[in-house]
Structure formats: structure tokens, C-alpha cells
């Protein structure tokens, strides 16, 4: 894996944990890692209720590197780990996330769709995910739909200087989103914490694009379907990491390692190589 350097201030990555020092000027940023990163998708959601507590718990179990979450806000503006803009597929709710309060939220069950003995798992807040499982886990936090929610990204920022976990010293964090003005925005907030650029379209993997995500992102992280060896170098060549998902077949896992991705977001963390 190539070396990652980080435009602005910066911190540490996928490395993943190494952290040499935190660098105020254009700058190597870590310690490339030999070990390809395991990051349980939604929690280890291919086992348990996905973005629930129990999936999480499963996660680090499988000695995942990386649980993945979705954060989104409730009407009264409290973030919470959902995936869906709306609570109708993975709750006995419907409706949008959005118009309803946390109260509402948390009385909904979001286990038993996926099997009765999940039944009661809630949906988590933001916050009650950063403190169960900091220092158990890295925590990739996807921010969704950002564009229903105006200032999610002061609201993340805060939740993590509360912490102090804004500092890569203390914990594994990076920030990834499909909406490329809300990283922009994130990595102005929090020049320490890596960001990501999620995307599953083919047209993002220019030579083009990737420069222009050089600006500000630490990783590109594009659906597994896009990824090639000739895309991670071009990626690497820009000082970025690459992490591709969405692993859910066991034959899924050689390419992207032949391919050299620098992680592996999967439904299963199991099927990738152990470390
Ligand atoms: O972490 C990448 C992946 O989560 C992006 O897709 O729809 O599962 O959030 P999605
Ligand atoms: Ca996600």
C-alpha cells in the first residue's frame, strides 16, 4: 500500500491505529500497514439486525477493525444509527426518520424483522454507539442523506470533541458520505479525522475526480463492482485509501485483495483474512 498524505492537518488512517504525529502542513500522515482492514458493514449485518446495538457487539466479536455506521436526525435533532431515510424496513415504524422525535424512535423495535430473538433491539443514538464502543472498535461513520439534515456535520463534530475523540491518538474514527459537500464541510470541522468519498458510480473514478477528492478526503471508498487494481493505484497515487464494499459472498473477497484495497466493507466479517 502506497503512502497516504494528507493535504491540511492531519492525522492517521488506515494504517489504522499507527499514528506517527499530527502534521499541520502537507505532510505523511501514517504508517502504511501490510494488513488489509476489516470493516463490519452496518455491524456485522449479516448476523444480527443491522445498525443495532447486538449487530455492533457482533462486529467487534468477529474481530472486525471497523464497525460501519449510518447516522442520520430525528425531527427534535438528535442523531441516530439507522440506515433507511425512513424506519419502515428495519422497524415496526414508518414514516421518515426525519418527522419523528428520538422519544418516538426509541420505542420501535428494530430487531425482529430480522429474527424474533432480536426482537426489542432499539434504534441506537449516535452517541450511545461513540461510547459503548470506543476503544473496543474503529468506528466508520457514515453520514446519510445529508441534505435532509442541515448542520449534521456540526452535530458529528461535537459528539466527537466531547469525547476528545476527534483526536486520531485516542481512537480509529473516519467519516465517510455519498454527498461530497458534506465531507468538504467535515474535514473543515475536523481536520484530524480522516473522510471518505462513498460512490458507486463509475464516472467518480476519473483521473479527474479522484484529484479533486485529493483536495480533502483520505479515502475513496467506491462499490466493489468499480474496483480494479488500476483504479486502487490511481488512488494511492493521490495519497488516498480505498476500501471497497459491499461484501456478501466469500468469492467476493479475492479480488479486491488481488486488486489491493486497503479495507473490506462486509456484511460477514468473518470472510476476510484474519489478523
Ligand atoms: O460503507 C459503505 C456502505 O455502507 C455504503 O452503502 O447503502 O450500505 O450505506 P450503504
Ligand atoms: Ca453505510
Redesign the pocket.
Known sequence: MNDMIKKTAVASILSMGIISSIYTTTTLAYEPSDQVQT?A??GAAGYAPENTMAAFHKGVEMKADYI?I?VQETKDGELVVI?DVTLDRTTNGTGYVKNHTLQEIRQLDAGSYFGEEFAGEKVPTFEEVLDEFRGKSGI?I?L?ATYYYPGIEEKVAAALKERNMHLPAHDKIII?S?EFDSMQRMDKLLPQVPVGV?TSRATDLSEAKLSEFAAYAEFV?PSRTLVNSSIVDEVHERHMGI?A??VRKQEEVQPLLDAGVDGI?TDYPDYTPRH
Open positions: 470493516v458493514h452496518r460501519e449510518d440506515h466508520l457514515e446519510k465517510q455519498f462513498l471508498n476500501m464494499w459491499t466493507i
